[in-house]
Antibody
Framework: QVQLVQSGAEVKKPGASVKVSCKTSGYSFNGHDINWVRQATGQGLEWMAWLNPKRGHTDYAQDFQGRVTITMDSSISTVYMEVRSLRSNDTAVYYC??????????WGQGTLVTVSS | SYVLTQPPSVSVAPGQTAKITCAGHNIGDKSVHWYQQKPGQAPLLVVYDNSDRPSAIPERISGSNSGNTATLTITRVEAGDEADYYCQVYDVTTDHYVFGSGTKVTVL
């Protein structure tokens, strides 16, 4: 079955960087985009970025352009999301989600990133 | 950028029908998708392409979309339906995805 398994929770200081992984299995890695979605505590879902594994193409929401980078290692069917220059309002749960058509049909379990001095 | 507006909360008695709206400019021209999120869990796709359901989702949950409003309808509401619900579309003008603000469904 389709699975997206994310790396564990992180605690970072302001100004640091964090890299979250999303290991996929149960389907052809090149066949679906991987998206990243953020959810601050008690807040709604916010789409951040997507990666097309077949073409290696990425695109980012304006709020994350220049500070977030999505990469992949196709040999292990894993996608990475790095956020640089962390600030306190980056504290959130970050989800990876598989794209299917224009919707997200499978989600990772989420990774809590806490930014605190 | 494209904006989706949902009511913050909807309350419904068990066995009754809950309707959750998602408003957007000419949203009827887009494909709308809906997610259910329970506390501490990842979102779960419950409706895609306006009205289609993944195989594991019961027929009590349905979607519609016309004009400037898409609607998620839950009939015969159960305690287990208590969750946050989000609508989502793909904005072709930006090649980006947009979520609604979310609606908390409370079962009385």
């Amino acid at each position: 079955q389709v699975q997206l398994v994310q790396s564990g929770a992180e605690v970072k200081k302001p100004g640091a960087s964090v890299k979250v992984s999303c290991k996929t299995s149960g389907y052809s890695f090149n066949g679906h985009d991987i998206n990243w979605v953020r959810q601050a505590t008690g807040q709604g879902l916010e789409w951040m970025a997507w990666l097309n594994p077949k073409r290696g193409h990425t695109d980012y929401a304006q709020d994350f352009q220049g500070r977030v980078t999505i990469t992949m290692d196709s040999s292990i069917s894993t996608v990475y999301m790095e956020v640089r220059s962390l600030r306190s309002n980056d504290t959130a749960v970050y989800y990876c989600a598989r794209g299917s058509g224009s919707w997200f049909d499978s989600w990772g379990q989420g990774t809590l990133v806490t930014v605190s001095s | 950028s494209y904006v989706l507006t949902q009511p913050p909360s909807v309350s419904v008695a068990p066995g009754q029908t809950a309707k959750i709206t998602c408003a957007g400019h000419n949203i009827g021209d887009k494909s709308v998708h809906w997610y259910q999120q329970k506390p501490g869990q990842a979102p779960l796709l419950v409706v895609y392409d306006n009205s289609d359901r993944p195989s594991a989702i019961p027929e009590r949950i349905s979607g519609s979309n016309s004009g400037n409003t898409a609607t998620l309808t839950i009939t015969r509401v159960e305690a287990g339906d208590e969750a946050d619900y989000y609508c989502q579309v793909y904005d072709v003008t930006t090649d980006h995805y947009v979520f609604g603000s979310g609606t908390k469904v409370t079962v009385l």
